[in-house]
């Protein structure tokens, strides 16, 4: 199992969300995707695409100008 860093930093709606899309689609499961972003809509975004695509959001943490999410590929 790996871990994927992922940063979309600079990134808007949509691409940090087709990122993790992308490497999501390459990743085995049980890895886990750390992705860092400043898009604020990222955080409802990640949360309803997790959702949505059956893949575990472990951790949401939304600070000041970044915000980050660790994902496990299921």
Known sequence: MAEILLNCKGL???GPIMQVFKTAKEAESG?????KVTDRGFAKDIQAWCKKTGNELLELNV???EISAKILKK
């Open 31 to 35: 890895d886990t995707i750390l992705v």
């Open 12 to 14: 808007q709606c949509p």
């Open 63 to 65: 600070g000041e100008t």
